[in-house]
C-alpha cells in the first residue's frame, strides 16, 4: 500500500512554490515534524491558515538557503565546493533541506538542542547531528575538537541575553577552520517594538519568544546595533590569533533579519560579495474592478545590489499580467530612508479566466528582478488574497478615521481655548472701552483702523 501524502505535498500553494523555484517534484523532502514549532508559530501568526503557513514555512527555508549559497560562492568560489557545513540551531530542518541541495548530506552537520529535531533530519535528509546545549561550553565539549568550514546560524542570536552572545561567537568562531565563514542573523534596531530604544551598550533583551519549551533567561527577544554585534565579535576573539572581520548585509534573511558574516582572518575583502537580497512585495489594493477585471496594486524594492523589473501575477498557474516596476512611490522612499524606492510602484488591471473560482484558485505573485530571475513572494486563494486586500483597506480607513478624529478633538481644544480667552478678554475693562470706541466710531461713519 502505498504511503498517504503529507499536506504539505498535496498542497497547491507549496506545488506552486516548488514550480516557481523549478524544484521538480519528489526533489525536496516535504515530511515536517509534527513537534516543529516554526510551523505552529506560522500557523498562528496567520489566524490558523495552514496552507500559507506551509507556503512561508517551505518559502523562508529556500531563502535563507540561497542566502547562504551566495555566502558560500563568496568563500569557496562555488557553493558545491565547501567541505563541512554546519547548521546550528537548525530546528526540525527548515533550511537544511534545502542545504542538501548545495551539497551532499554526508558534509552537512546539524545541531539544536531539541534532540528530536536533529534525530528527525538526520533521518530523514541523511546529515550528521549533534544535540546542543543552552550552555556554550557543554556545545564546545560534544563536538570534541571538529572544525567545519562554514557554519549558518539561523534565528539564535535574536533570542539570547548579551553574555550568551558573546559566548556563543566565541566558541562558533573557534570551530570555523582555517578560511572558514560564519554567517549568522540578528534582530537590529530598526526592529524594536514601537515606543521601545536600545540602551546605551547597544543590546536590548526581553524573556519574551515564540517558543513554548525554552526558559525566557535562556531563549527570549533581542535586538542589537551594528556596533555592538563588531564590540561582541572583538571580545568573543579577544587573545585569538587573528581579529577576524564582520561584514553587515542589512536585511540580508528573508529581507527581515540582518545577516553577518564573519571570517577569521583580519583584513577581509568582501568587496566580491555582490549580496542579492530577498524582494519586499506589498500589495496594497486587490479588488474586483469588474465581473473579470481584478485591480492590483502595491510597491516592490530590493535591497543590496541589483534593481527589480517587473511583478508577474499568475492565476492557476495562468500568466495574467507582468507589471512593471516603475511607478513613482516618493512616500515610500520618505518612509524607508531609501532613494532608490523612489519608482517602485506597480499595478494594474488584470483579465481572469472565464469561470474562475474564487474559493479555489490559486493567485501566486513573483518579483522579477533586472538579470530575468523570478522570485516568489506571495501565493493564497484569490479569496483569501481579496478578503487580505479588503481588511488592510479596513484597517488603512480606521486608523484615518483615528487620526481625523484626534485632529478634530484637537481643533475642539483650540476652539475652545480660544473663546475662553476671548470671553476673559472681553471682561476684562480695557476691552470694554475698546468695543465701545469702535461702536462710536461706526455710528461716525468712521471705518476702523
Known amino acids: 500500500m502505498p504511503p498517504v501524502p503529507s499536506l504539505a505535498e498535496i498542497s497547491p500553494l507549496v506545488r506552486s512554490l516548488l514550480a516557481d523555484l523549478e524544484l521538480a517534484p519528489g526533489t525536496v523532502d516535504l515530511e515536517i515534524d509534527p513537534g516543529d514549532e516554526m510551523l505552529s508559530f506560522l500557523v498562528q501568526a496567520g489566524d490558523g491558515d495552514r496552507e500559507r503557513a506551509l507556503y512561508a514555512y517551505f518559502q523562508s527555508g529556500a531563502s535563507i538557503a540561497a542566502a547562504m549559497a551566495q555566502v558560500l560562492g563568496w568563500r569557496f568560489g562555488e557553493p558545491g565546493r565547501t567541505g563541512k557545513l554546519l547548521d546550528f540551531a537548525s530546528g526540525y530542518g527548515r533550511v537544511t533541506r534545502f542545504l542538501v541541495r548545495l551539497l551532499p548530506a554526508e558534509r552537512i552537520w546539524v545541531s539544536d538542542v531539541y534532540a528530536a529535531g536533529v534525530s528527525f533530519q538526520q533521518r530523514r535528509f541523511g546529515v550528521h547531528g549533534i544535540v546542543s546545549s543552552v550552555r556554550p561550553e557543554e556545545f564546545a565539549a560534544a563536538v570534541g575538537g571538529a572544525v567545519f568550514d562554514a557554519i549558518l546560524v539561523t534565528s539564535l542570536f535574536t533570542h539570547l541575553p548579551e553574555e550568551r552572545f558573546v559566548a556563543w561567537l566565541r566558541v562558533l568562531m573557534s570551530l570555523l577552520a582555517p578560511g572558514g565563514v560564519l554567517a549568522f542573523s540578528v534582530h537590529d534596531r530598526g ?29 527570549g527577544s533581542t535586538w542589537v546595533s551594528e556596533e555592538f554585534v563588531r564590540g561582541a565579535l572583538g571580545r568573543a576573539l579577544d587573545g585569538a590569533a587573528a581579529p577576524g572581520s564582520l561584514r553587515r548585509l542589512a536585511r540580508g534573511l528573508c529581507n527581515f533579519q540582518d545577516l553577518y558574516v564573519a571570517v577569521p582572518e583580519a583584513g577581509a575583502d568582501f568587496s566580491a560579495l555582490a549580496f542579492r537580497g530577498e524582494p519586499q ?18 510597491w516592490a524594492g530590493i535591497l543590496g545590489s541589483g534593481d527589480l523589473a517587473a511583478v508577474e501575477v499568475l492565476l492557476d498557474g495562468e500568466l495574467l499580467a507582468r507589471l512593471p516596476i516603475d511607478g513613482a512611490r516618493p512616500d515610500v522612499a520618505a518612509l524607508l530612508g531609501d532613494p532608490r524606492l523612489e519608482r517602485s510602484g506597480w499595478g494594474g488591471a488584470c483579465r481572469l479566466p472565464q469561470g474562475a473560482s474564487r474559493s479555489a484558485a490559486v493567485l501566486r505573485m513573483r518579483v522579477v528582478d533586472d538579470r530575468g530571475v523570478a522570485h516568489p513572494e506571495a501565493a493564497a486563494t484569490l479569496e483569501a488574497a481579496l478578503h487580505d486586500a479588503t481588511r488592510l483597506q479596513v484597517t488603512v480607513a480606521q486608523r484615518e478615521l483615528h487620526q481625523a478624529a484626534a485632529r478634530a478633538e484637537r481643533l475642539e481644544l483650540q476652539v475652545a481655548a480660544l473663546e475662553a480667552r476671548l470671553a476673559a478678554m472681553e471682561a476684562s475693562r480695557f476691552w470694554k472701552l475698546r468695543n465701545q470706541w469702535f461702536r462710536v466710531k461706526g455710528w461716525l461713519g468712521i471705518r476702523p483702523g
Open 191 to 219: 526592529l524594536l517594538p514601537p515606543g521601545q530604544a536600545l540602551p546605551p551598550g547597544g543590546l536590548l533583551f526581553q524573556e519574551i519568544s515564540e517558543s513554548g519549551s525554552l526558559a525566557g533567561a535562556d531563549y
Open 281 to 298: 512585495l506589498y500589495v496594497e489594493r486587490c479588488a474586483l474592478a469588474g465581473p473579470d477585471l481584478l485591480d492590483l496594486r502595491g
